[in-house]
């Protein structure tokens, strides 16, 4: 998909290498890093996950050793998280050919209670994992959402997707899947409206992008002017799926961190020690947050855990804090959010404004 060139809508990428970098004529004020040269994160854990993962496929579960089990780690996590990244590289490369007016005007351009609403809902209803919930999240960043309306929509996506709720609703039961779906939209709203605050104070810093835009026009207008504009051909496929992967490198270089580092605690951590481990405890919801901090897994693998937390620990309240607070304490989260954003704060707000929410709910559910 391409823009003809004389439509006069801003249809081209914005950014390159994945940051929040323009040209200089219209860069935000201290928004690019210097690029590195080499970037040895994503070298090394490329190479990594290139080696283990047709090992992994050899091997299976045939043997019990750490080698082993750190290759078919990376073999299964990667069969599952690689067409949420596949398919968030691929509306990052939309998003990057859509007029930022457009974008907002849809999500909710206002800061207040409906544009976190609609970037809660949109959260729910795009069928993505964590890894590609998180380009997607990156990119409307950079298409000038507010950082409230981004966290809403990041807290509100990862196990929210049409295909996980079928499988949590075989796991734990409809009852519980509802109830935990609703939590977590009133844990973002409430996330989203504390950022929204914080801002408003001047304790952490506004999106610079969206100083940028001017007011939006109607949806219906700027939607038939921007129709207008398209061009489909195999030539723009080929430059959306380019765009869609530059603009995806951050979270394509943490997530593959991530995934040698699950691959690794599969290896030293046996999964099934978390049943006998974690009650419906306070010592054992402690363990819970310090688990779900500590493993990597993206939305897919957290699923079954968190199931066996509750079927088989009898703790629905550890389950949910497994779920919820592996999406605000994820480290890959945290690190993209920091690198898109350009500010520790943000990213590390994420976490001291979520989790006491997470575990105050947790230890609510542990009672029934």
Partial sequence: MAASPDSGLDTRPVDSGGHCCAPAATQPEACCEAPARRDWLFIVSFAI????YPLGALVGHAHDSAPAVFASGIYELFNRMWWGIAIGIVFVGI???IPREL?????GRDAGFFGLFRATLAGV????????ILAVGMKLYERGASIGQVMAFLLASPWNSFS?????FGLIGVGWTMLFILLSLLIGLATGAVFEMLVRRGQLPANPWAAQL?????????????????VFSLAGLREVMRDGFIGSRVVIRWTLFGL???????????EESFATWFGATMGGLWLTLLATTVIEVCSEGSTPIAADLMNRAGAPGNSFTFLMAGVATDYTEVMSIRDTTASWKIALFLPLVTVPQVMLVGAILNQF
């Fill in 95 to 97: 998003l990057s050919r």
């Fill in 260 to 270: 040698v580092l699950a691959g690794l605690i599969r290896a030293l951590v046996p």
């Fill in 125 to 132: 209803f795009l069928d993505l994992c964590s890894h590609g």
């Fill in 103 to 107: 974008v907002m005007a849809v999500l």
């Fill in 164 to 168: 996980l709720t079928l499988i949590l």
């Fill in 49 to 52: 996950v290139l080696v283990a």
């Fill in 214 to 230: 001017s007011g939006a026009g109607p949806v219906s207008v700027q939607w038939r002017e921007f129709r207008k504009s398209m």
